[in-house]
């Protein structure tokens, strides 16, 4: 094979780790942002907090490399934190981090042993069976069906299945497995171990007292005509029962008050904390965007460490790759602030008419729109509005809330699918239960209003909403 020099000119396009950092900062949420800035300081001795108390040698030159949002002036809420912290005899300040006043001197005080930890639903079971007075076998069988029962607090096995996966050495019964199923069902909170809804809800409603209005209808709905009060079917219930509007009424009162989750409240999920990034006020009579300044990082470069690389470059090594690593850290940050607040400020001035009146004066917005406004690229606008939230009077909003679809009117404009929903929400929530609004009657009311919306649009935004059916919204 001959072989042979050729020359080739191609462009390529290389992502810089300055780059590649500032995309990834960028489309971090706040507490996600705060938990890469800890990284940073831990693994990075040039980096610095700027609301840290600064050094002599280092206060005299930290303006030179200011925090992210701030200059080297202590800022106002730095100030009332550190004579909030001073003036301790007010009991305003819980200040667990400095003084050892509040831990007595204990270097392992963990201010978190004091949060109270939620109790679930297999020790609250398990708590309540060690009370009982029971012999060892009977308390080994309830505590098995105590491990069986789903998120919910329903026993989703079958007792003679269950019994046919134990081993044969411990000759246990089905009889004996419903002797402490019935046990069980006795614990608190009601209606806890069933098999079904329907039991579930029967054993709820054994607990309450039979003289209530209601209350003999109610159980026989439950236990046998539970499929028809779901689907709303109360003129065959009233056929089948031999009963009126007001019997059904009061039962139907009964049964609301019941839980279809007797496990709710134990165990549940993890609160998902959230941090605005902007928050919106009305001045002088126009609604603006203002960045929320504790959800900024203040971070600086070491000016100590700066300067002493500075004076000996040639030893410098390593270090200096970090100093550079500082540097561009602190401008990204800050960058990536800058672009939330100008794509906040672009979206607050669009929806003047959302802060003002409300979902139902929401415009139409896309992400081209700002995008092109701001001279961005749509993957950057859309980067930007996720996971990144404001606060305003009216609520706390993901910036994507404020953008979607448009729908023409009949006058020749434009309307957003944030406002038909909002039109179609309260629609529904004035409407007579007992004749309530179809999709194509709730379609010819908007077209009323000068809004041409299709059954099925409606039909997929009352979806969306988590809005039931006709037949399901109907009532006595």
Not at 393 to 420: H, M, N, Q, V, W
Request: charged share 25%.
């Amino acid at each position: 094979m001959k072989q042979s020099l050729q020359l080739r000119v191609s462009q390529q396009l290389t992502l810089t780790p300055q780059l590649q950092q500032s995309i990834k900062l960028l489309q971090l949420s706040t507490l996600d942002l705060q938990t890469e800035v800890e990284r940073f300081l831990l693994d990075n001795p040039m980096l610095e907090r700027g609301d840290d108390t600064p050094t002599q040698e280092s206060s005299t030159s930290s303006s030179d490399t200011p925090a992210t949002a701030e200059d080297s002036t202590p800022s106002s809420d730095s100030t009332d934190s550190d004579s909030n912290q001073r003036d301790d005899s007010s009991g305003e300040l819980t200040d667990w981090g400095s003084g050892s006043r509040r831990n007595d001197g204990d270097d392992e005080f963990d201010p978190m042993l004091n949060v109270p930890c939620p109790v679930s639903l297999r020790e609250h079971l398990l708590a309540q069976l060690g009370e009982l007075t029971l012999p060892t076998r009977d308390q080994a069988i309830v505590q098995l069906l105590i491990e069986e029962l789903d998120d919910n607090g329903f026993l989703s096995i079958d007792l003679e299945e269950l019994a046919s996966h134990l081993p044969l050495e411990l000759e246990l019964e089905t009889d004996e497995l419903m002797v402490g199923l019935r046990l069980l069902q006795q614990f608190d909170p009601a209606g806890i171990a069933a098999r079904s809804l329907a039991e579930s809800l029967c054993l709820q409603l054994d607990r309450l007292p039979p003289q209530e209005n209601g209350h003999a209808l109610a159980r026989k709905i439950v236990a046998e005509h539970l499929s028809l009060l779901g689907n709303r079917d109360y003129t065959r219930l009233k056929r089948l029962l031999g009963v009126d509007d007001d019997a059904i009424r009061q039962a139907q009162q009964l049964i609301a008050r019941l839980t279809p989750h007797p496990a709710a409240g134990f165990g549940g999920e993890d609160v998902h904390y959230v941090i605005p990034d902007v928050t919106v006020r009305k001045r002088r009579g126009r609604w603006v965007a203002e960045l929320n300044n504790g959800a900024v990082p203040r971070l600086r470069v070491n000016q100590l460490y700066a300067q002493m690389l500075s004076e000996n470059r040639a030893g410098a090594g390593e270090l200096s790759g970090r100093l550079q690593e500082a540097k561009w850290l602190v401008k990204n940050i800050q960058q990536r602030f800058d672009t939330i607040l100008k794509v906040s400020e672009a979206i607050v001035e669009r929806q003047q008419a959302f802060f003002e009146h409300g979902e139902v004066a929401m415009r139409p917005l896309i992400l081209r729109d700002i995008a092109d406004e701001l001279g961005l690229h749509e993957s950057t606008v859309s980067r930007v509005t996720t996971q990144k939230y404001l606060l305003c009077p009216r609520g706390l909003f993901e910036l994507k809330y404020f953008f979607g679809s448009s729908l023409e009117t009949d006058s020749g404009g434009e309307c957003s699918a944030t406002a038909i929903k909002a039109h179609i929400r309260r629609m529904i929530d004035g409407e007579n239960t007992a004749k309530p609004l179809s999709d194509s009657a709730i379609a010819d009311e908007l077209g009323k209003q000068g809004m041409q919306v299709a059954r099925r649009t409606v039909a997929k935004y009352r979806e969306a909403m988590q809005i039931p059916p006709v037949n399901l919204r109907k009532a006595l």
